[in-house]
Structure formats: C-alpha cells, structure tokens
C-alpha cells in the first residue's frame, strides 16, 4: 500500500473512532440531562455532538469543494458554526462548573464567545472558509480560532486542577475514586483536542495550512483524536474492568 493510502486510512480511523465515541457519550449525556434537568451533563452532550458534526460537515466541504462550488463553501461555513456552538457551550461549561464566582472567569468566558461571533460573521462576508492564505491574513479567522485555544487550554487546566484536589480527598475516603478519576480523563481529553488546535495553528504560520490533512502531520492529528476518544470513552462510558482497576487501586 502506497504512503498516502496508508496516511489516509490512519486520519480516517481516528475519525471514525472519534466519531463512534463522540455520538455514544453524546447521547448519553443528553440522555441523562433529560432526567436531570441539569446544565453540565446537556453541555457536555452539545459540545460533543456539535463539535464532531462540525468536523464532519466540514471536512466534507472541503473533499468536495471542486464537485460542489458554492455548496461546499455553505458546509464549510455550517462546519465552523457549529465549531463556534460547541466551543460557546464549552466555555460555559468550565466557566459555570469550575469557576462560576468569578469575575475574571466570567470576563475570559464572554469576551471569548464576543470574539467567536464576530469572527464567525465577519468570515461569512469575507471568506469562503476555505485553507488559502488570504483568509489568514484576515483578522475575522483568528478572532474566531484563538478563543478554541483559549477555551481547551482553559478546560483542561480547571479539569487537571480539580482532579489534583479530588486525588487528595479521596486518598482521605471523602470522594469516589471514579469521579477523581474521570476529572483526569476529561483533562486529557480537553488537552488532546488543544494540542489538534495547536498543529492547526502551526501549519497556518508557516504557509501549509491544509498540511495537518496530509504527511506525518496528519497522523499527529489521528493520534491526538484516538487519544481524545479513549479518554472520552472511559471517562463516561467505563468498562467495568476499567471500573475495577479504578476502585482496587483505592481499595
């Protein structure tokens, strides 16, 4: 098999993995707000589902944008909306979960979800969304990008935080060790998807911004995506033999 056939078939498997896990812990999630009625379990869910639908809208605009034209530019612009929903609900989430007395928090959560909308918006009017180097000279796209890095470097900070304090209180019996647990999970996984904006961003500095699509590159993009399911998975989704070995380490 050549090269490229196996770079292609290494970006789609952590894609569909992502995918598979995105759609399972998303619905769960929204499953379980229906009987809660709470906001952290339906902003989990959306920020998953939306964000994954977003990939997946987007990515298609972009393998079809010679066969569909103008089509391909309304995917692609649907595909950085539902970016811009599920990183506005994700905001909201670690700001309301983690630090919902704060001031500053509530500053860095508002002015974010400002710089998204009016980035999204100003693209709409400027750009086609797709990876020339014109719409990055633009400040609509980077309005619009720096608040993802803002928004996953933040959640995996608050998630890797918290989880630090739980360790403690359940080394003490005051907490269970599956909950500790899922707060280093759920850090990982916001890391790993902060690390994807990273390899983004580094491509677009140095004049290759299609280039996390193809090369090693994007096999650093499938790892950090297969990274982000598995952490996903076990944080909401266990098997049980994860379970056990999480409950005999604090036995």
Do not use: K, Q
């Not at 997946?56 to 929903?85: D, H, K, Q, W």
């Not at 720096?146 to 019996?173: D, I, K, N, Q």
């Amino acid at each position: 098999m050549e090269e490229s056939a196996l770079l292609g078939l290494a970006r789609m498997i952590g894609f569909v993995a992502l995918g598979v896990v995105a759609l399972a812990v998303g619905t769960r999630m929204l499953s379980l707000t229906w009987r809660t009625r709470e906001f952290p379990e339906a902003a989990i869910g959306v920020h998953i589902l939306v964000l994954m639908l977003g990939y997946s809208v987007e990515f298609a605009g972009i393998e079809a944008a010679e066969e569909f034209g103008m089509f391909a530019v309304l995917l692609r612009g649907v595909g950085n909306l539902c970016y811009v929903i599920a990183i506005l609900v994700y905001l909201l989430f670690t700001w309301r979960v983690f630090r919902p007395g704060s001031r500053v928090a509530a500053v860095v959560a508002c002015s974010s979800i400002l710089a998204l909308v009016v980035g999204w918006s100003g693209e709409v009017f400027t750009s086609d969304f797709d990876f020339g180097s014109d719409r990055f000279r633009a400040p609509w796209f980077w309005m619009a990008f720096v608040p993802r890095l803002v928004c996953m470097s933040w959640a995996a900070g608050e998630s890797l935080l918290e989880y630090r304090r739980a360790r403690r209180r359940t080394r003490l019996g005051l907490s269970d060790p599956l909950v500790s647990n899922r707060f280093l999970l759920w850090g990982l996984a916001a890391l790993s998807e902060c690390l994807i904006y990273v390899v983004v961003m580094s491509g677009i500095i140095r004049g290759v911004p299609s280039d996390f699509l193809n090369g090693t590159t994007a096999l650093v993009v499938s790892a950090l995506g297969m990274s982000a399911a598995i952490t996903i998975l076990l944080a909401f989704l266990p098997p049980r033999s994860y379970r056990r070995w999480i409950e005999s380490r604090h036995a």
